[in-house]
């Protein structure tokens, strides 16, 4: 069930409880107690039959029990018991009506029926419901109508809502079959658990297919087992996976493909990469594309052999529009970047031609060239360049040769190439055979044989090589500091030096050897060694620890003297070494300390000495001890208390505080003045309470029981069942009961020094008198004799 279908049920069952409805206002006035004289003038006739109330605004007829009848200021009653059952409210709309189990309530404008438990009807407003337990459930509102089964919610469900001038409609069958429509889209959902879940221009899922498919306006979604595959219209962007062998992602600004463990391309605007682990390549590629741009209309043509070992670009205008601006932004003079000012993309007319994967490259885009041999920086010139480029042959050179005051570059593809500026000079020999550079910044020299695997450089403030993948090191100083890091598929070091701070690291994995020594200016090196899991060793200026196999451990402390002022040293001092513990597992060691783990536990040291052994808890100190066991065996001393006790007191205790005995007590038995109270409990023969507040008195299992106070006195007798008497000292008011009355009883009221006493709770007989004069004396409650405050005397309520 959806939830908010389900919550107009919860709410049903909260606004519309099946008990009957009562309003505490109405009710009050007729739980006011009459009592004595003040009845005598109220009631017209009061006996063991029936009782008739007539005095202002207030008229009532109670009889046998079964009959009650009441006429009062707020509201008028009738009841006979227990087939009918009436009140209404005189002062507002609120009526309340029971004829054995059918029910009536009227509140302000709602009406509310019901067959009690069976069925439950009304409305309240513009809303109205139907309950029929356990068939079915219906509520209709001003815009929704639902209908179910609160009980028995498997069998069937529905929920029609109007929203604005569509309708939805919602039902359940069985719990497992779901379904919502629309008047304006038709069936939008449709589910059956768990083989089919469908929502409308949403998704479709077959939870035991595997199958998932989402087809939102500008969002796609499939999976089928290890098969996925989305597309994002708004984004552009589209994704396919067949894990874990296949994968596909494509974007505006990036995208990868590849084949576990075959291939993995990357590509994005400046770079385009290829990993084959397999030596597996394309044969060739070829791709004919038409693109327009600014009105132009271009025809593209790519062609790639073996994966662009050799590789060709062309774009020609077919028709001509509006001339690019891409170009206007680079400069006529010849000149190096890092990166391509022009592309295809922004050319009217290109021809581009790669070699070797890229590492060659060389292309015309309208009136500009340029050219690049890896690790050189692209030459791009322009043809209207008063400035000379040689080019053998022009249309793809082997041979490029350029020199200017401050810019020199040339290449013999594939035997040498130089690039030189003010600022640099590289030169490279068979591609990347051999690589020469030199810099004039922090004057760097670097070197590579077959780049970019070995490399050395060296320059004023750092220098290193490598040999990939094997090892790489490299170093960085100044003036005042240096640092060097070694790195080699299994190990890394690293070393750090300046003026207060020397610091070597050393890590081999996967085994975890590592060494780590750093030291300050003045002070003593820290050194720590670890040969996972068997050897540890850390050294300070003070310590000395070392670990074999985890369970061996020791350590020694070196203590120094404390230099004294104004004491000249003939002697060097003597520093004193000191085991500070010794671990030969299970046994631990120390100076304040001896254990036997996990069994035996101990400490000590100034005056003090503490144990868990064996699950036994013991610590002493100069001012005493305490022992624990469990809680079971339980012992405290201090200067001036003792104690013994089990369990938290409740199993037994003894307790001696300055030599006298507090409390001494087995289970509820004993003695025990602790507190402010002093007790002696022998229960059931005897117990007795003092304390300043209060003071009791218990012999036998409650045979007698007595309990004093500033304010209240209680006596029982047996339990109470064979004698009660309470008494309040501060409104005097008291009550006694023999055998709960059934013998005797006497009770005082507040108002007028109202005593009552009798039998049997009065039924036997009864004798009341007032402060006023008033008298009754009744037996049977069917013979009465009564004398009123002005001196009237009645027989049976009849005056004589």
Not at 381 to 408: M, Q, T
Not at 532 to 561: C, H, Q, V
Not at 637 to 645: D, I, K, P
Request: proline share 4%; hydrophobic share 30%.
């Amino acid at each position: 069930m959806k939830l908010k279908h389900l919550i107009p049920c919860l709410i049903f069952f909260l606004v519309f409880p099946i008990t009957a409805k009562s309003w505490p206002d109405l009710e009050s006035e007729r739980e006011v107690q009459i009592y004595g004289s003040e009845r005598s003038k109220k009631y017209r006739a009061s006996n063991i039959l029936y009782d008739i109330e007539d005095w202002k605004d207030h008229y009532s007829v109670k009889a046998m029990g079964v009959y009650r009848y009441y006429d009062y200021p707020l509201s008028k009653s009738k009841t006979f018991f227990p087939f009918y059952d009436h009140l209404q409210s005189k002062i507002d709309n609120r009526e309340y009506k029971r004829i054995l189990n059918y029910n009536v309530t009227k509140e302000n404008d709602s009406l509310h029926k019901s067959i009690y438990p069976l069925v439950f009807w009304g409305n309240n407003g513009n809303n109205s419901h139907l309950i029929s337990i356990p068939f079915f459930y219906q509520r209709k509102r001003e815009n929704q109508k639902t209908f179910g089964f609160p009980v028995l919610p498997i069998i069937y469900y529905t929920d029609k809502e109007q929203l604005g001038d569509d309708q939805i409609n919602y039902y359940r069958l069985f719990t497992l079959f779901h379904f919502e429509s629309s008047d304006k889209r038709g069936l939008t959902d449709v589910s059956f658990t768990p083989f089919v879940y469908y929502s409308k221009e949403n998704y479709l899922f077959f939870p035991l297919l595997l199958y998932y498919q989402n087809y939102r306006s500008t969002y796609h979604e499939y999976w089928l087992g290890p098969l996925y595959y989305s597309k994002d219209q708004s984004k552009e962007e589209r994704l396919f996976v067949l894990f874990p062998f296949v994968g596909s992602y494509v974007s505006p600004k990036k995208e990868f493909d590849f084949i576990f463990p075959i291939y993995l391309n990357l590509k994005d605007k400046e770079d385009d990469y290829h990993i084959n682990l397999f030596w597996y390549t394309k044969v060739h590629d070829t791709s004919v594309n038409v693109a327009t741009n600014e009105g132009n209309v271009y025809l593209d043509y790519d062609f790639g052999l073996f994966y662009n070992l050799i590789g060709i670009s062309k774009r020609s205008r077919i028709i001509k529009g509006n001339t690019l601006k891409g170009n206007e932004i680079i400069s006529t003079k010849p000149e190096i970047r890092k990166k391509r000012e022009f592309n295809r993309e922004n050319s009217d007319q290109f021809t581009g031609y790669q070699l070797l994967f890229g590492i060659f490259s060389y292309e015309v885009g309208d009136t500009k060239k340029h050219i690049r041999l890896l690790p050189f920086a692209w030459f791009t010139w322009d043809e209207s360049s008063e400035d000379r480029v040689v080019l053998i042959p022009p249309f793809f050179p082997i041979w490029l040769s350029y020199v200017s005051d401050d810019l020199e570059y040339k290449i013999i593809f594939p035997l040498y190439g130089k690039q030189k500026d003010k600022s640099s000079e590289i030169q490279s020999f068979l591609l990347n055979g051999y690589i020469h550079e030199e810099y004039q910044l922090n004057h760097r020299i670097e070197k590579s044989f077959f780049w970019p695997i070995i490399n050395v450089y060296n320059s004023d403030i750092d220098s290193g090589h490598r040999v990939l993948p094997f090892y790489i090191h490299n170093q960085t100083k100044t003036d005042v500091s240096s640092k060097s890091n070694t790195y080699t598929l299994i190990s890394n070091y690293t070393k750090i030096s300046n003026k207060n701070y020397d610091s070597k690291e050393f890590l081999i994995w996967p085994i975890w050897i590592s060494y780590h020594s750093y030291q300050y200016t003045n002070k003593d090196p820290n050194t720590t060694l670890w040969l996972t899991p068997f050897f540890y060793r850390n050294k300070e200026t003070s310590s000395l620890r070392t670990n074999l196999l985890w369970f061996i451990d020791w350590e020694f402390e070196y203590i120094s003297p404390i230099p004294v002022k104004n004491k000249i040293e003939v002697d060097p001092p003597v520093t004193k070494e000191k085991l500070s513990h010794l671990l030969l597992f299970p046994f631990y060691y120390s100076d304040s300390n001896v254990s036997i783990i996990p069994l035996s536990f101990n400490h000590w040291g100034d005056g003090e000495f503490t144990t868990i052994t064996l699950l036994n808890y013991y610590q002493y100190k100069k001012e005493g001890h305490y022992y624990n066991f469990l809680y079971l065996l339980e012992s405290e001393n201090t200067t001036s208390v003792y104690q013994l006790r089990s369990f938290w007191d409740y199993l037994f205790s003894f307790q001696r505080r300055n030599k006298e005995i507090d409390r001494l007590t087995l289970l509820w038995l004993g003695y025990d003045q602790s507190h402010s109270k002093k007790t002696v409990n022998f229960f059931p023969l005897m117990r007795t309470a003092d304390s300043e507040e209060e003071t009791s008195k218990m012999y036998g299992p409650f045979l007698y029981y007595i309990s004093k106070s500033s304010e209240e006195m209680t006596e029982l007798g047996f339990f109470g069942i064979g004698y009660y008497h309470n008494e309040t000292k501060s409104d005097k008011q008291y009550a006694t009961y023999v055998l709960l009355g059934v013998v005797y009883q006497e009770k005082t009221e507040l108002e007028r020094g109202f005593v009552k006493r009798g039998s049997l709770w009065g039924w036997l007989w009864e004798y009341q008198t007032e402060e006023n004069g008033y008298e009754k004396f009744s037996i049977l409650k069917l013979f009465s004799y009564s004398k009123e405050p002005d001196g009237t005397k009645k027989i049976l309520g009849i005056s004589i």
